[in-house]
């Protein structure tokens, strides 16, 4: 395999593309722009060099000394006029990155039937060299790769509803730096999230944000220079927590208190983002924990009217806190019966209760 170097014509090895080399982002990885114009990092052991670099910058010289002669342009202008490029304005608060996947219905008012799209918002002042994966039987599918600018949005798919399951389990990575000018180094981000396909079927998911115009449903790859971390946790690690935790200090959401008509049906969000306003300083068996709280306070303010129907949303995840739920309603409520909610209108992801 020929050596890289700026300027060459490339094929990906094991992938269907390829490019131009743009540059080098260190031993292992090259930026290739593609076809369409995109800086995309690539491994050099990936690359298959198909038209070096050296004609291609001999005629480029060639017509640039014709143009300077031609036109009497001092070198050193023509040169300035060629390295010359916009710098994006910074902020204070963009020296830490804070990034997300945003998912918007095509029409809010048929949520029902419409398609969805979704964007990368890159809230911060580097650049970022961004894969965006989906797991597909065990194995991860590339949806986009790119460079995305400081402070910008891009739009990375549309989707209708019968590909949601696609979007269960997904991967974002990226590399972070600045062009032309000193920074402060970043590590790589590689964040995992489990998609609740179930909040794309509820209007309430879609909120006011600080991206879009429209209501989005949001999910952080990370906050100032945190990864978001997913929030699964296995008994050992719950009884150990329990034992060992401080209690931090949280803020709860307050809720309405309203009258219920006794065989009203209650429908309870146990998706811990409905439950609190930050999970600042909790850790995953802290927030299993909160959750089942809060689940143990519905069943005991209804414990007394009978044939009360409780619908509790938990999502389909890994099953960690919908098991716990089971746990506990055979322990604490047998009398108590349960089903599988509506998957009509709840997807696989929420557990009717009767109080008997």
């Known amino acids: ?26 031993k292992q990885l090259v930026m290739v722009e593609d076809e369409h114009g995109f800086d995309v990092p690539v491994l050099i052991s990936e690359c298959v060099v198909v038209g070096t670099a050296g004609n291609e910058k001999m005629g480029q ?44 219905p095509s029409d809010a008012k048929n949520l029902s039937t419409t ?7 890159n809230d911060s002042n580097y650049r970022l060299l961004l894969n965006y994966m989906s797991l597909e039987n065990n194995r991860w599918r590339s949806r986009y790769s790119g460079s995305v600018e400081p402070n910008t949005k891009i739009f990375l798919e549309e989707f209708g509803k019968d590909q949601l399951n696609e979007l269960e389990k997904v991967s974002v990575q990226f590399i972070a730096f600045k062009h032309h000018k000193p920074f402060r180094f ?31 449903l949001l999910f952080y790859i990370m906050r100032s220079d945190q990864p978001e971390r997913e929030l699964v946790a296995s008994v050992g690690e719950l009884e150990k927590a329990i034992r060992e935790r401080v209690t931090p200090a949280r803020r709860p959401r307050i809720h309405p208190t ?43 303010d209804n414990r007394r009217n009978k044939n009360r129907k409780i619908v509790f949303i938990h999502g389909k995840g890994d099953g960690v ?3 716990a739920i089971m746990n506990e309603l055979k322990k604490r409520y047998p009398s108590c019966h349960h089903q599988d909610a509506s998957f009509q209108e709840y997807g696989y992801g929420a557990t009717m209760v009767t109080i008997k």
């Open 1 to 26: 395999m020929n050596k890289l170097s700026i300027g060459d014509r490339v094929r990906f090895l094991n992938t269907v593309g390829g490019g131009t080399v743009k540059g080098f982002l260190n």
């Open 61 to 104: 010289a060639t017509e640039k000394v014709a143009l300077v002669a031609k036109e009497g342009i001092p070198q050193e202008t023509t040169e300035a006029k060629v390295t010359v490029t916009d710098v994006p304005e910074e902020t204070l608060e963009g020296e830490m990155i804070t990034a997300c996947l945003a998912f918007l």
């Open 115 to 121: 398609g969805y799209e979704c964007y990368f918002v």
């Open 258 to 300: 309203e009258k219920k008509e006794k065989n009203e049906l209650i429908e309870i969000d146990l998706h811990i983002d409905q439950l609190l306003d930050t999970t600042a300083g909790m850790n995953n068996a802290d927030v299993l924990e909160y959750q089942l709280q809060k689940f143990h306070e519905v069943m005991s």
């Open 186 to 216: 970043k590590n790589p981000c590689s964040v995992e999230l489990r998609i609740d396909t179930v909040k794309f079927y509820k209007l309430h998911s879609f909120r006011e944000n600080d991206y879009f115009e429209e209501d989005a």
């Open 321 to 323: 806190l919908k098991n």
